[in-house]
């Protein structure tokens, strides 16, 4: 069987930021920040990539870049074809039709001057979808669709929970009848008996629509049961990249190991062989050399060759790939 | 057994809402003990007044708008806190009991070293000279794992990361080697190995320096791992509470099994959500009602799947449900009386 032409394609994508100036913007601007250094994948229709990483490992900016809500400086992505990074203006509002983002903050990203009803009405008329009585009824059965009584239509942000402003926000990405979404976060903010609604109905939406998701989080727990393939990020690069079965069961990356490690397991009575990484994540202004995980490498034959060759993402097993050149010899 | 350190009894803490649409009843008489060297988890989702009990026990509740209700008591080692004069108070704060929050950037200043913020409470509390309370701080740095305490005493927070940051706060409330510490979701602003590190130096620290922690958090991971016994919170009162491990194996609320089945685990088989509902989260239904109209009867019976008649009419209390030792498991549930009851409705 040949598998389909993935829907997302992403490669080789670099975004940097210019680090601050001196005082007053004088002065030699100071080192860059490689917020996404050279990220690559691709998403199959209707599938789940989720993309882990810690604060600063440059999975939100990936999101962004991606939709082009930041500009990435170099790159190739493509959406159902098209090439997204050459499109122009008008082009691109088209294609925003065809990807939609749902952010972590419900209570952020809704405007709190506006009704759910015309949060949900204003991307209907701007893509020419729907206005009048047409409009209404789609907004109603939006409203169903995320599992909120039409009702609903009339409140405002403040007047609701945190999982029922992030099912509006559901809803407004759907309104435009997406292909792919990426989802930034959405349950982080959510308790945990209104985070399993959450994930359930995008679980639910996902089948019907057959939507493509990029599901980025921290949580691996939350990613473990909504992806189909995970991509783990460390400063900025993709440091293991594996079918999600595969990388629960077997990681071949250090850090996926000592992230998988370090998530608290809700049961006292669970053998615990927590590795205690040493350190922070360095900064992405001044990245170790060599492999950017080895000052804080808890691999036994971890040696100079780490610390001077950074290792390349490379197949280490079906579908897997690890970027470590112990990747052979897992922790 | 042992005496308890701290006894709260029947607090309740009740906030006048800016609309004046009433008033919100955050903490509604709840009622525990902590022990001299425990870890005691509190456990429970917004809003269910993990943190206003905290905060009433150091008598920080703004007034107005909120109040502590006469006939609310709160006792340290034998000691009313609430009939405190402020002067007696001041001198249990942070000397011996001690709170970490949640965000060490807003609870530290940023105008101060740390050095100097840790040294404050040596100084003010134990009258150490200016020197003497430097050379405390920087032994306290060292305690929690800071590298390079001599240079980093003089840092400002902003110099530091999120996890140093917590590290300081954590030096700054032990700095009196109190015998409570009270620690606000310590670790739910931090990325996961962060958050390792810092429950293994609380672990640390705690064997060392002998003193009770009360853990308050919503992740029923961290309690897993950290606490010796666990109060679970809803709606501003106590629904259960048992032995950490009694508690995990055996949960008799509603709310408390609902809490354990929707927590997405790591050391589970994958429900491959994906595939079109052939797995699917177990979710509470509904969502925690306003603090300000909680419901009548067992306040969780509008989401619990087995309330039937009397969860509707009458308010159970704490029931003992314990299996070994009197009292040492209770859950407030009338399943305890009508254990036939716990059936799944089709």
């Not at chain 2, 006792?75 to 009313?80: A, I, L, S």
């Not at chain 2, 101060?112 to 020197?131: C, K, N, P, Y």
């Not at chain 2, 080697?177 to 620690?183: G, R, V």
Request: with cysteine.
């Amino acid at each position: 069987m040949i598998a389909p032409p993935p829907l997302v394609a992403v490669q080789d994508l670099v975004k940097h930021f210019a680090g601050e100036r001196g005082w007053f913007g004088l002065g030699q601007p100071r080192a860059v920040v490689r917020a996404v250094d050279g990220v690559s994948f691709e998403i199959p229709p209707a599938q789940t990539l989720g993309l882990v990483g810690e604060s600063g490992s440059g999975k939100t900016t990936t999101g962004r870049a991606i939709l082009r809500l930041v500009e990435p400086d170099r790159g190739r992505v493509t959406v159902d074809g098209l090439d997204v990074l050459t499109l122009g203006p008008r082009e691109l509002r088209a294609l925003r039709r065809r990807m939609q983002i749902v952010f972590q903050d419900p209570y952020g990203s809704l405007n709190p001057r506006m009704t759910v009803r015309q949060m949900l009405a204003e991307p209907l008329a701007i893509h020419r979808i729907a206005t009048g009585p047409d409009a209404e009824r789609r907004i109603a059965a939006l409203l169903e669709e995320v599992g909120l009584d039409p009702g609903f239509g009339r409140s405002y942000p403040h007047e609701l929970s945190g999982g029922q402003r992030q099912r509006v926000g559901i809803a407004r990405a759907l309104s435009v009848e997406p292909q792919f979404l990426v989802l930034d976060e959405p349950v982080s903010a959510l308790d945990v008996s209104v985070q399993a609604q959450v994930l359930n109905l995008l679980a639910e939406l996902q089948q019907r629509r057959r939507l493509t998701y990029l599901f980025i989080a921290h949580d691996l727990a939350v990613v473990k049961h909504i992806a189909d393939e995970v991509a783990v990020m460390y400063l900025g690069k993709i440091v293991e990249r594996a079918p999600a079965l595969a990388l629960y069961a077997a990681p071949r990356h250090p850090y996926t190991t000592s992230l998988l490690s370090a998530v608290p397991v809700p049961d006292p009575t669970a053998q615990r062989n927590r590795i205690v990484l040493s350190g922070d994540v360095p900064s992405p202004m001044h990245p170790p050399p060599g492999c950017p995980f080895h000052p804080r490498c808890p691999h036994p034959k971890k040696n100079d060759r780490c610390r001077t060759e950074p290792p390349a993402l490379r197949a280490v097993a079906p579908g897997q790939l690890a970027a470590c050149h112990f990747a052979e010899e897992p922790l | 057994m042992t005496e308890p350190l701290l006894r709260v009894r029947d607090l309740k803490t009740y906030f006048v809402t800016e609309q004046g649409s009433g008033t919100a009843r955050a903490v509604d008489g709840v009622s525990f003990d902590v022990r001299p060297g425990e870890t005691l988890g509190i456990v429970g989702e917004s809003g269910c007044g993990k943190t206003v009990t905290s905060l009433s026990i150091l008598r920080l509740i703004p007034e107005p708008p909120g109040h502590i209700r006469p006939g609310s008591f709160i006792e340290f080692e034998g000691r009313n806190i609430l009939t405190l004069e402020p002067k007696e108070l001041r001198a249990v704060r942070g000397n011996q009991i001690a709170m970490i929050f949640q965000e060490p950037m807003t609870s530290l200043n940023p105008v101060f070293t740390v050095g100097d913020q840790i040294a404050e409470a040596a100084i003010v509390h134990q009258h150490l000279s200016r020197a003497a309370a430097r050379r405390r701080a920087i032994e306290m740095l060292q305690l929690v794992g800071i590298p390079d305490p001599e240079e980093r005493v003089d840092h400002y927070p902003h110099q530091m990361s999120g996890g140093m940051r917590q590290r300081v706060m954590i030096a700054m409330a032990l700095v009196c080697h109190p015998k409570l510490l009270i620690a606000d979701e310590p670790t739910t602003a931090l990325d996961v190995t962060i958050q390792a590190q810092i429950l293994e130096l609380l672990e640390r620290l705690q064997a060392e320096l002998g003193m009770a922690v009360m853990l308050i958090t919503h992740d029923l991971g961290v309690v897993a791992g950290t606490a010796d016994r666990v109060v679970v919170m809803y709606a501003g009162q106590v629904v259960e509470q048992a032995p950490t491990v009694e508690l995990f194996a055996h949960p008799v609320h509603p709310y408390t099994e609902g809490l354990l089945a929707a927590v997405p685990r790591l050391d589970a088989p994958s429900l491959s959500l994906r595939t079109g509902g052939r797995g699917r989260l177990h979710s509470i239904p509904g969502q925690v009602p306003a603090a300000t109209a909680w419901p009548d009867g067992c306040r969780f019976h509008p989401r619990c799947p087995y309330a039937w008649d009397r969860c509707r009419a009458e308010e159970p209390p704490l029931l003992d449900a314990s299996q070994g030792d009197a009292g040492t498991h209770t859950a407030r549930c009338w399943l305890v009386t009508e254990p036939q009851r716990r059936t799944r409705r089709p």
